[in-house]
């Protein structure tokens, strides 16, 4: 019995012994880890397809638990943004059955020899990808995410400790009990994937001190939540800041490109961490380019916010204010700044950028590849949409996340980049002179 | 002028200002980040040769900045092993300038296209490397690391915070005089590579909290050093644990072989974090190997001590105390303990190593397989010594350390190591559905 399933039954609350439950989590999640990282790929998908059975089978289970959930979540007055994020219904409950056999179906990483070469006294040196580790996983209540994110962290052979939002606890730990099902049916140990079996807030602020026995911890949520992390980890963190994200129109931009990708990167989806925030456009093309483009937006129902030189020349957007440069909406409003070419741009997105996602629109190859090279952030686009930046998009399958730090994993964190390596050198008697 | 030239000549001891001047440092390391990021790899040659030069030619300087430094150590009453790190000779000037050259001669890493695909919607993606960031490395009093690790630094595009030892503060601010002067040479910011102007302790603290402005923190020098760095650093941090490295020798192992590597990978160095610190023996075939290995171990100088079943086979080694199996000894001690084959070595090494580097001593395949998959080490290897655990053995050139850790950088740390990555997607009006 793990110790997920030993305590999630009890009230929750109790704050006497979280340093001791988590650290039996720590060491729990160490053993597994052990047992994972020479598992067969075969295995871990295993347990993520009979996970998904199992919980296509545990729908009313689910849903009975999500009942709980919400209820809870009423009671606490909770927004209606938030209630939509944690209510699961037949559909929702299909795509997180649907969403672990298509991490099953990825590409195996783990094993994988990324170098190989040879030495002149003959040893073969080999990097092979093994699992990262033990990842710890803090998110908002999203039950859907206790799939998602065990799922992926399986995938890659690594041990998952799972803390979702309080408002989901019961939710998650119905998810949670059939990913240990999965588990069972594949050989592999439950600790593979713990869920912290208690709502006390202590007990994350013990996971972001277990040094000894987490290799990282991935926040998923919003700004505050993503801020504290950073703040109290002495564990490495694999930072998801804010999408504040750049559409640079160039003096050399086609206008229908620029009109069309500026109004996708912003309203296709607003709430999107690559939805465009800023739109920034060259100010010896701006009279030519900027009202049709601005008449765009408006029409898609976006509110404008520009300085001087853009409420010049488009009247009926609002003035601009400093914070509306560092701030991301995720909602239908934009930012119109007029810059002094491709190094204004540059200059603008290295003032106040997330190091997130960017994009240049321009038909001049120099200014573009000026603008790739210089800009420092995990993803950069030449005449396409920030939408764009998204695992699924880049064709690694589901992600756990979209760093925005520069260490080990950068841009969308798929299944590849929850690895790490080992270097096999393979000698006949070699010793060194 | 940088920091480092405006503060280097005063008064050391200064306690009242050391986070404003952390600050500035940390301002000045990310301005010259961007001018790094999109410099020439000509240029970072240029100056790492032409520091090299200057270093050659300003030998008395860095002669008469050492004679300071030892007056201090010796003050102090520093142990002959620390001043013997700390002393400078014209030789030892020279090997530290054509350290330098050598780091320029590697290759270069930074704008290489590690992968590139394109996707069914014509986007082309490519990953291209990028340099680490900001990166604080802390030593000991050893001079010539301010020019090997800052050098290393600088070959990848990276801006260096340097903080070395007290006592080696004069010839390492000589040091890192050359190595601004190869930065104006180049064309490059100074501000690439800063030494702390101050001796003071709290320096060491702010810099480890600097999470705005430091990207990595690189401890090199002993175990408590590195424990410090780990327990209060809130930057993420390479740790080069100790190297509590293993040879096991296989029932299946060639006797010859099994004394070569025994005996090299323990004596040839004992100081170096590759040096074998513990011998497992398979109890099958300890009386077949044991006796001969002991005895040329014995001969080289070795003081062995055993486990019951080792002492009775050569009575002649002390009987080994549990903390025998987590000892570091950097020293002509080795610790031998007899194990259930394979399997018993594993289990050993996982709940008595560091992760950093074992070797087998095999003839059979499978077994040698079984132990560099379950290995959870950075560096496994197959009939060969643990004394090649080195960057240059492994054809990287020079290494910064060899992390013990699993995220980024795992075994010697390179120039290639010291990058990180972006994402460049090229494209032709695309916009996602």
């Not at 990282?37 to 199992?54: D, G, H, I």
């Not at 938030?82 to 991490?103: H, Y």
């Not at 994350?204 to 801020?227: A, C, H, Q, W």
């Not at 009109?259 to 989806?269: F, G, L, Q, S, T």
Request: a negative charge; one cysteine or more.
């Amino acid at each position: 019995m793990s110790v997920v399933e030993r305590e999630a039954g009890q009230s929750t609350g109790q704050t006497e012994n979280i340093a001791a439950v988590m650290r039996e989590i720590g060491i729990a999640a160490k053993a597994a880890l052990g047992a994972l990282a020479t598992s067969s790929a075969e295995a871990r998908n295993n347990a993520l397809n009979a996970a998904a059975t199992a919980i296509r089978a545990g729908t009313s289970k689910i849903l009975d638990a999500n009942q709980l959930d919400l209820a809870y979540a009423q009671e606490k007055g909770i927004r209606a943004s938030m209630i939509d994020r944690l209510v699961l219904d037949e559909g929702r409950i299909e795509a997180i059955a649907k969403g672990l056999e298509d991490i099953a179906a990825l590409p195996e990483s783990v094993g994988q020899v990324i170098d190989e070469w040879t030495r002149p006294n003959g040893l073969t040196i080999q990097r092979v990808r093994v699992p990262l580790g033990v990842i710890g996983i803090i998110y908002e209540s999203r039950p859907n995410v206790t799939a998602d994110a065990g799922g992926l962290c399986l995938k890659s052979g690594n041990a998952a400790i799972l803390r979702g939002g309080s408002e989901s606890f019961h939710s998650s730990s119905a998810i949670a009990d059939y990913l240990h099902h999965g588990l069972r049916v594949a050989g592999l140990p439950e600790a593979a994937v713990q869920l912290i079996p208690t709502r006390d807030r202590d007990a994350v602020g013990e996971l972001l001190r277990m040094v000894e026995f987490v290799d990282v911890i991935v926040p998923r949520g919003g700004k505050s939540l993503i801020e504290r992390v950073q703040t109290d980890s002495r564990v490495p963190v694999f930072a998801h800041l804010e999408g504040l994200c750049h559409v640079y129109l160039d003096h050399d931009a086609d206008p229908n490109m620029a009109r069309d990708i500026a109004v996708n990167a912003k309203m296709r989806r607003t709430s999107v961490c690559g939805a465009a925030e800023t739109l920034l456009v060259d100010k010896t093309a701006a009279e030519h380019l900027l009202p049709q483009v601005a008449k765009a937006l408006i029409d898609a129902g976006c509110e404008l916010r520009g300085d001087e030189g853009a409420v010049a020349l488009v009247p009926s957007m609002t003035p601009a204010t400093a914070a509306d440069w560092t701030t991301e909406y995720l909602d239908a409003i934009l930012s119109v700044r007029l810059v002094d070419g491709v190094e204004g741009a540059i200059q603008h997105i290295e003032e106040y950028g997330s190091h997130h996602t960017e994009t240049i629109v321009t038909s001049n190859q120099a200014t573009a590849e000026t603008f790739l090279a210089k800009v420092d952030s995990a993803i950069l686009l030449h005449n396409a949409s920030t939408q764009y930046a998204d695992g699924g998009e880049f064709g690694m399958g589901a992600e756990i996340g979209i760093s925005t730090g520069r260490l080990h994993a950068r841009g969308p964190v798929g299944a590849e980049q929850l690895t790490s390596f080992k270097y096999v050198v393979r000698g006949s008697g070699q010793i060194r002179p």
